[in-house]
T-cell receptor, first 114, second 111 residues
């Protein structure tokens, strides 16, 4: 079974630009979560999608948005990039249940904002 | 709000000895706790978990202990091996809410 696939692997953008990251979950996984990882801050939750609906949302500004398609693939978009948005963006998929289900992570997209 | 805290950013141990990684949480609603391991340039991978109805879960060299009254959990690795060198994240969740992660502890196991 293929794992979680994130594209692109690396991105370099400049301030003010916008960026779209893509995530293909494990086949059969209908929940997709996005996390931002920065040194010292660990993994900060961005949002979670299930069946094309945003189910949970973290404390990030509205510049961060996402969506999920009918095939469970997900995209996240960051508009008006700031230097502080430089981070590793991780996508994770899971089979939602009553809680405690494992997240399966992709390798991430390393975003650098210059 | 940092509901899951790992106060030690790094830990160094000798090969063969025990590694103890600690994690504290503030939200008493959490009912499931997990540990993830992350190597450079890779996503985190699941290591071990524990439900709040238990106080210990063991899987080979890895044991997780949960102290609900102290809102504290720990991961023990015995014996530690150089291949265990990685960043370890503690995570917690409840119901269908998002999983919250700590800042991570970088473990270095010296040969």
């Amino acid at each position: 079974k293929a794992g979680v696939t994130q594209t692109p692997r690396y991105l370099i953008k400049t301030r003010g630009q916008q960026v779209t990251l893509s995530c293909s979950p494990i086949s059969g996984h209908r929940s997709v979560s996005w996390y931002q990882q920065t040194p010292g801050q660990g993994l900060q939750f961005l949002f979670e999608y299930f069946s094309e609906t945003q189910r949970n949302k973290g404390n990030f500004p509205g510049r961060f948005s996402g969506r999920q398609f009918s095939n469970s693939r997900s995209e996240m978009n960051v508009s008006t990039l700031e230097l502080g948005d430089s981070a590793l963006y991780l996508c994770a998929s899971s089979v939602p249940g009553t809680g405690g289900e494992k997240l399966f992570f992709g390798s991430g997209t390393q975003l650098s904002v210059l | 709000d940092q509901q899951v805290k790992q106060n030690s950013p790094s830990l160094s141990v000798q090969e063969g000895r025990i590694s103890i990684l600690n994690c504290d949480y503030t939200n008493s609603m959490f009912d499931y706790f997990l540990w993830y391991k992350k190597y450079p340039a890779e996503g985190p991978t699941f290591l071990i978990s524990i439900s709040s109805i238990k106080d210990k879960n063991e899987d080979g060299r890895f044991t997780v202990f949960l102290n609900k009254s102290a809102k504290h959990l720990s991961l023990h690795i015995v014996p530690s091996q150089p291949g265990d060198s990685a960043v370890y994240f503690c995570a917690a969740t409840y119901n269908n809410n998002d999983m919250r992660f700590g800042a991570g502890t970088r473990l270095t196991v010296k040969p």
